[in-house]
């Protein structure tokens, strides 16, 4: 017989392979079609920092709707490439990698440059300051390459308790935060519903709505997405901003993007598009400051991503791993010339507790539909900024 156990010894948890409130884990998949309309909610999500950082960006550099059409679908391209080498390469979490607005600041001062206004062509203006860009990436991209691969930021994460990780974090929701709310308000009039339907089908309707599987809080995203945008669409048809400012035409309505007519049909994003990247040094040190902070902000969307994955606690090795693959990313985002650098997209962290899904697989599906949609230019652009651009 075992002998009793006295009443003060203690007892180890039980080792679980995946933790409460965590329906898939890493490593488990859900079933193909779910997994594919989970990967298509992903892809909708990042929608949101894709047009907005080239819309931002682009009539800077002296661009139109072609050349800010062109970019989206370079950034959502080289976007599908670097999510698809960090979840087989990198640290294999679940997470999207995307454009960050850490480099808008940056990518503004290089566009801003006096050295770009001798080019009167508006294009010739564009093609310069991208050139511009993709240089300060591309230099930029050396510093979380050397970091990560040299295991120097091993060191970091090895002492970063939960005490100093939770406000790392918190501080990356709170960068998203800043970004979307008054981004929401823009046109609040529809952001502001499509927020409060969002939460309705998450966290109230499944708890007066008892479903044998999760749909409304799993497909809370494309659900709400559809209805706000057919919401848009109405007060767009019955004439609703007529007589609004052009800046509220342009943030609400359907219609007034103007991506679409500078869509190609066809287009295959290939690198140095825009012509052979320039390097000035003020310009790549200013944009390695936004690579360093790109780095702080994806090890804190690691951490939470590890945790709505159910992964084990991710070893600083690993992160430091994901580090370097992250700085090759940011390479590929100057090879490519997108404008931007890339990060851990942290609205797609937190969709993955949202849906409490974090498979692996629906990442990689979400992945092949950024490459997919980025080539059918024309085709995709209307869904791809009509549809996303309204909701996000």
């Given at each position: ?13 039980p ?5 409460p409130?965590v ?5 488990s998949?859900p ?10 909610q ?13 819309t ?6 002296g ?12 950034l ?13 390469f ?15 600041i940056?990518?503004v ?18 093609k310069?300051?991208?050139r511009?860009?993709q ?9 979380p ?23 790392l974090v ?29 939460i309705?089908?998450?966290q109230?309707?499944p ?5 044998k599987?999760?749909?409304f ?8 997405v ?7 669409a ?19 309505r359907?219609?007034r993007?103007g ?9 295959f ?28 902000e994806?090890?804190g ?11 084990t606690?991710t070893p ?14 940011i ?30 697989r629906?990442?990689q599906?979400?992945a092949?539909?950024m ?11 209307y ?10």
């Amino acid at each position: 017989m075992t002998p009793p156990r006295k009443a003060d010894e203690l007892v180890p948890h039980p080792v679980k392979d995946q933790l409460p409130g965590v329906d898939y884990c890493v490593n488990s998949n859900p079933s193909w079609p779910e997994a594919i309309i989970l990967g298509f909610q992903h892809y909708l999500v990042m929608l949101g920092t894709t047009v907005i950082i080239p819309t931002v960006i682009v009539p800077q550099m002296g661009g139109g709707n072609e050349e800010k059409a062109q970019v989206i679908q370079t950034l959502l391209f080289v976007a599908g490439v670097n999510t698809l080498l960090q979840s087989w390469f990198g640290t294999r979490l679940p997470v999207v990698m995307g454009g960050s607005f850490t480099f808008i600041i940056p990518a503004v001062f290089v566009a801003s440059s006096t050295r770009y206004n001798t080019y009167l062509d508006p294009r010739e203006r564009f093609k310069q300051s991208m050139r511009g860009m993709q240089g300060a990436l591309m230099i930029a991209s050396i510093l979380p390459i050397l970091i990560g691969f040299l295991g120097l930021w091993r060191i970091v994460v090895r002492v970063l308790s939960p005490l100093s990780a939770v406000p790392l974090v918190l501080l990356v929701g709170l960068g998203l935060y800043q970004q979307g709310f008054p981004l929401l308000a823009e046109c609040v009039e529809i952001g502001l519903p499509g927020l409060i339907i969002l939460i309705l089908l998450s966290q109230y309707i499944p708890r007066m709505w008892k479903l044998k599987r999760p749909i409304f809080e799993r497909f809370a995203v494309v659900l709400s997405v559809a209805i706000v945008w057919a919401y848009a669409a109405i007060l767009t048809v019955t004439g609703a901003y007529n007589n609004r400012s052009p800046q509220t035409q342009f943030s609400c309505r359907v219609d007034r993007s103007g991506l679409i007519t500078g869509a190609s049909w066809l287009k295959f994003p290939y690198p140095c598009q825009w012509g052979a990247p320039k390097v000035d040094a003020g310009e790549a040190f200013v944009m390695m400051a936004a690579a360093f902070v790109s780095l702080v902000e994806s090890t804190g969307a690691f951490i939470a991503a590890a945790r709505y994955g159910s992964a084990t606690h991710t070893p600083g090795s690993v992160i430091s791993r994901g580090a370097g693959w992250l700085g090759l990313g940011i390479l590929l985002n100057g090879l490519w010339g997108t404008a931007s650098g890339s990060t851990v997209s942290v609205e797609n962290v937190g969709l993955l507790a949202l849906t409490r899904v974090g498979s692996r697989r629906v990442i990689q599906i979400s992945a092949i539909f950024m490459l997919s949609f980025s080539m059918l230019g024309k085709i995709f652009q209307y869904y791809k900024v009509e549809v996303g651009g309204s909701f996000c």
